[in-house]
């Protein structure tokens, strides 16, 4: 044992990760008697401990390792935990010689010692040549050390680590003769590498592409026999032999660089290496752009055969887009076959022998990762747009021979090219070279700088950037219509109810004045066609004209407005007018007041009640400004010309006021007839604990209720509660003021007692609401709780004072019959209290 070989970190790493080597299957197989460092334990996994050894202890967090034997000989362990916390507890177990794991007998070796227990100076624990004994702990008992083993030749044995206390990893460096098989070597030759590196080839430019892993495993395996490779996505499968890369042949990297690990391994021991290398995916040879666009190299219109000469320096320039042209070495042939042998280069310039639209294929090549991409080239020839030149005639408004032109007025004729651009030039080499200095600001005003005429130049451009010179003569025609040629239109404000608003706007049509306009014109000339316009600067511009003028509502001046007027000729555009000729005027209607109320109220009842009717003129204008006309449903009432009207019958009144200019506003009184009211029945609840009188009346008007007080309160309900027994007046008043009807009722009612004292209250007991209206005839038997009677009285009489013969009876209850006039008969009992 004089050699130390350390695993790497990786497989620290590995051991903390989700794939557990904490059972007796996972068990990771120890060769090449290599001294382990950083390693880890990870759960208990399944318990395989219980009643296999002599140390009283179970997993807590283990690690298996399967030691196989070469050449037999003494064989101990030295464990030294990373942590010298006396606190950090290994306990360790030994299985064999050759058991399996579904049965592992007893263990040979085992050590459950606490170093804090026993007061021991470390945390070491393992098998050595000083030991006498061969379990020990656990706690206090032993020194965490016991004897090694004596191993034969093809032996193979399990140590299983544990750790209940701490968390720290460990190293185990082996003692004694005995040897391990060996791991298969892994041995590059000088020069090579097992990192792949590829272009990313496969038109997406995403640094992912196709490896072939197997061509690695020849340098892997070398001169070796009986061992085979697999490749795996992390060292944790790569050291437990799962998860093994089922498509080596065609893996697709998911990250870039992407690490890989590769594992051999010995098909007789077990024993295996493993070896970390990357995939990398170089940079994608990205050609943004797949066509390049042309004007076609026509120059007086008549060449138009779609061929042009590319400059294909440009063309490289213009499909890389952004990116840096001197990265690569580009090279153009017209076939991709051409392009894959690099036959038949195209030279720099090259001139198209398809019209319209040839493809060619471009060769990128990158002198720093090596990649090559060939792809497609879509040359494209554009037409020029079709242009004609057009002469724009212009009114002259003062004869000077200046005047402003809207050069755009005749674009469509100029191109009928889609989306086209026009600017215009004063000169034509100002519009072939687009200068700024001869570049018109505004083509909607401008104004000629050579009297009478002058050319300007405009440059129209297409959607794919071709260019076309056009020319613009520009002609000042003079008018022919006197500037005294004026006229007016004045109409009425719209204004229809008094709710509208009183803004001064309302509609014009202006047909009037087109044919008084063509009597000024020379009859030669006709037709003509005249537009009108809210301003002198569209009027020149021939820019934003009223498009309905038959139905035009006056704008931004309330109650007035000028309207300019253009004249020309449809024949030759000469133009025979522009003038602010046309004035409209808006009259207002007749403003009346808006708090009248609504519907107005007689008294068909009262034929002598009159009510005013007022058209709603403010006061002090009634009579001097206006003229009246009243009708009554839709038939004028003759000679009422007032600003008021009497009337004491109901009907749809309607008042036009009439201003001196026409302007009408009219309105509309709802005249309404109410009534006095007529009783029709009175129904009665009496002779109980609680009495209702409900009123029944009709009539036109709107009626109130109230009891026994004319002068109310009165309610909107028919029906009263609670009403105490006695004679009663109702009324009903009419809301609208034609009158009040009232009726006198008799609510009957009994007393529960009374007490004849002499005291002036209370002294007779007789029924209530009798009078002699009412009941009159109506008769009134007592008798006494015995049912003898006692008295007989009218109800139009005092009443009974609780004597009989003069002789006052005792307090008591005393029974009585009532035989009504009406027919109705009642019996009850009422308490004599002294």
Known sequence: MTKKVLLPLFLLLAFVKSYSQSDCNDAIIVCGNTNLDGLTVTGIGTQELSALNTCSSEENNSIWLRISIKK?????????????????????????PNETCDALGQAVRCSTTNPASTGQNNNYTGMNEAETDTAEGPGNNGNSFVKWLTVADGDSYFLVIDRPIGNSNFSIQWTGTATFNSSPTNNLPTGETLNIVQCDSDGTADFSTTF???????????????VNVSYHKDQNDATTSVNPILNPTSFINSQNPQPLFARITNTITGCFTTSEFYVQVNEYINIPTTEVVICDDAKDGTDTNGKATFDLNKVTSEILNTQSTSDYIFRYFISQDDAEIDRNELGPFFYNTIPNQQSIYVKAFSPVTLCVAISKINLTVTPLPLVNNVTIVQCDEDSDGFTAFNLTVKNNEISQAASAKFTYYTSLIGAEIGDPEKLIADPIAFTNTTA??????????????CIKIAQLHLLVSTTQIPPSFTRILSTCDDLTTINDDRDGIATFDFSSISADIITFLPTAATPYFIQYFTNEADALAENNAIQNPSKYRNEGYPNEQIIWVRVESTADNTCYGLSPLLQLIVNPKPIIKDDLGGNKIVCSNLPAFFITLESGIPSGLESTNYTYTWTKNNSILSGQTNSTLDVNTEGDYTVAIIT?????????????????????KIDLVDLSAINTVTINAIGRGEYEFSLDNPNGPFQFSNFFNNVPSGIHEVYINDKNGCGMVSKTISVIGVPKYFTPNNDGYNDFWNIKGINATFNTNSIIYIFDRYGKLIKQLLPASQGWDGTVTGQPLPSDDYWY???LEDGREVKGHFSLKR
């Open 72 to 96: 037999g000989g003494t064989l101990g362990f030295h464990l030294v935990p990373e942590s010298t916390d006396i606190r950090e507890d290994f306990d360790f177990f030994v299985f064999g």
């Open 212 to 226: 072939d892993l197997t061509k690695n495993t020849p340098i892997i395996i070398g001169y070796q026999t009986g």
């Open 452 to 465: 009478g005429s002058m050319q300007v130049w405009t440059r129209v451009e297409n959607t794919n950037s």
């Open 660 to 680: 001196l200019a026409g302007c009408t506003t009219t309105r509309n009184i709802k005249v309404s007839a109410s009534d006095i009211a007529t009783i029709t």
């Open 817 to 819: 019959t009532i035989k």
